[in-house]
Structures are given as C-alpha cells and as structure tokens.
C-alpha cells in the first residue's frame, strides 16, 4: 500500500537557521512520482518539485534542496538560511499512475514549520 | 492558461445546512480530483473522475458527500446535510491523460481550495 510519513509534526527555527523536513514513503510501483508542496497561512496548496522515481538526481533550486534517496524510500527537503515567510505547512505526497492514466495523490500529514525573526 | 479555479474561496454555514462547491478544471484535462484537509490532519483523497465517471470514490466520507461532473468539465461537491467535522480546505484537482501520446501525465494542478466552516 501506499503511504507517506513526515515524522515531524512542527519544527520551529529562528531566521537563517537551516531545517530539512524529512519525508519517508512506501510504494509498490517502480514508478511513482514524489512532491513537495507549500501551505501558506492563506491556504493553498503551492507546487515545490516534483521527482520521478527513475531519477535520483538531488535538486536545488535557491534556499531549496531536495535529497532523494530510493535505497532508503526517503525525500528529504532542507531549507537553507530560513526566512519567516517560509512559515507554513509543508506536505510530501506520492502518486502512482492508475490504469485510467490519472493519478490518485497521496499526502503526508505535513509538517509545520515556524520560522522566527 | 488558466489553472484549476474552486469557488467559493471561503463558505460559513450552519451544522445541517447544505453547501455546495464548485470546481472548474484546467481546460482538456479529464481527470479531476477532490481532495480535503480536516481538523489539520493530512490532505485526503476523496474521488477521481475520469470525464464524467467516477472512477474511484474511495476517499469519499459517508453518504452526506455527493460529487458530480456533469458533461465531464466542471465538478461540485455537495455535502448535505453538513457537519462540524466537514470543516476543513476542500481541494480540487485536475491532470491529463496523455497515454494516448504516449507519453504519462504525472502532473496534477491543484486549485487554491475551498474553506468551509461548519458551526
């Protein structure tokens, strides 16, 4: 079965500290596609990366890296230099094609970061 | 082009009032999700249209819960009558099915959702 885990439930950091918000998951697929996405205080969902399982390669992008480890089923994410604007709630999720060519997501219970000045 | 749109933004209702919510895809996709975030727990699968079929309802909560997608564009998502554990971010979603290309569609856009408070 499918699952995602983010052990963290909240994490709080003071301003230009660095944080990685863990994210371990479970599939039966050998292909699969990982996401993290953004929950601001507004409330939507914002789209950070997207990685599919047949690339390993570890992304940055700015103050965002992200470490993908298939040996490990780990996708870890790390802020470098925090900033209070990224306050929010951070999910991990996974999704697997279905036979109808969609695809259902499924979503860790998300980690709260706090950020302070 | 225009992303997934959801109206409303924000919807207050009583406990045993029907609420319904709108989902407007991004144009030629023909899967369209529902998906909610309740009681700050994870964001949960609710169903999955493929046009205008469901093609999993799993997700969905009880029989209080009624998804449409009538001529397979916009979905809504009525919940009648509602309760104080609806209240939650109700999201949309929406992604190609590009098999016919040859190709997979592994993206799904996501709406900014839907607020719904229950009191």
């Known amino acids: 079965a499918q699952k995602v885990t983010q052990a963290q439930t909240e994490i709080s950091v003071v301003e230009k500290e660095d944080v990685t918000l863990d994210c371990v998951y479970e599939?039966?697929?050998?292909?699969?596609?990982l996401f993290w996405y953004k929950q601001p205080p507004s409330g939507e969902l914002v789209f950070l990366i997207r990685r599919n399982s047949f690339d390993e390669q570890n992304e940055i992008s700015g103050r965002y890296s992200w470490n993908f480890q298939k040996s490990t089923s780990s996708f870890n994410f790390t802020i470098t230099a925090s900033q209070v604007v990224d306050s929010a709630v951070y999910f991990c999720a996974l999704s697997e094609e279905g036979y109808t060519g969609g695809f259902k997501t499924i979503f860790g219970a998300g980690t709260r970061l706090f950020v302070k000045a | 082009e225009a992303g997934v749109t959801q109206f409303p933004s924000h919807s207050v209702i009583e406990k045993g009032q029907t609420v319904t919510l709108r989902c407007d895809p991004i144009?030629?996709?023909?899967?369209l999700y529902w998906y909610r975030r309740v009681m700050g727990k994870e964001i949960k699968f609710l169903l999955h249209?493929?046009?205008?079929?469901?093609?999993?309802e799993s997700g969905m909560p009880n029989n209080r819960f009624l998804a449409e997608r009538t001529g397979g564009t916009y979905s809504t998502l009525k919940v009648q009558p509602a309760e104080l554990e609806d209240s939650g971010v109700y999201f949309c979603?929406?992604?190609?099915?590009?098999?016919?290309?040859?190709?997979?569609?592994?993206?799904?856009?996501f709406g900014p959702g839907t607020r719904l408070t229950v009191t």
């Open positions: 599939t039966r697929d050998t292909t699969y596609y």
């Open positions: 249209f493929v046009k205008e079929s469901k093609q999993d």
């Open positions: 979603a929406s992604s190609q099915d590009l098999r016919d290309r040859g190709l997979r569609g592994y993206e799904q856009y």
């Open positions: 144009s030629g996709h023909d899967n």
